[in-house]
């Protein structure tokens, strides 16, 4: 397992692309499983640095573990509780005017993952999405 430390600030989200980007490629996963869990990585981190500490700044903890197949990543932070997967699916089937605001984003994450979940232990949110090599929407 890797795992790295990040500020959870927009502007290092090219870092945390590039530290998954690496472990998926080091574990030959196909270019379209990259993107898939590149596009979920992006959603789940820029939420974190956007909203996690309101006014404040703080860090995302984020590891890859790769093994049988399966990389399962997972994002840990001591922002505000929060937890994405309580949130009802957005009804895709109206237009966008008359949509609500927000929670795009993780049904995207929902649909590209094979399994997401979400627990907050010892005052920490951890958010862990799990994908298949070859694994596709």
Partial sequence: MKKSVFAAKNENLDRVTEFILEQLEAARFPKRTQMQ???????IFVNIASYAYAKGTGTADISVDISDGMVRITFEDSGAPFDPLAEKDPDVTLPAEKRRIGGLGI???RKL????????KDGR???TIEKKVGASA
Wanted: aromatic share 14%; no cysteine.
């Fill in 125 to 127: 949110n951890i958010l």
């Fill in 37 to 43: 869990i590149k596009l979920a990585v992006e959603e």
């Fill in 113 to 120: 993952m094979d399994h997401v979940s979400y627990e907050y």
């Fill in 107 to 109: 049904f995207l994450v």
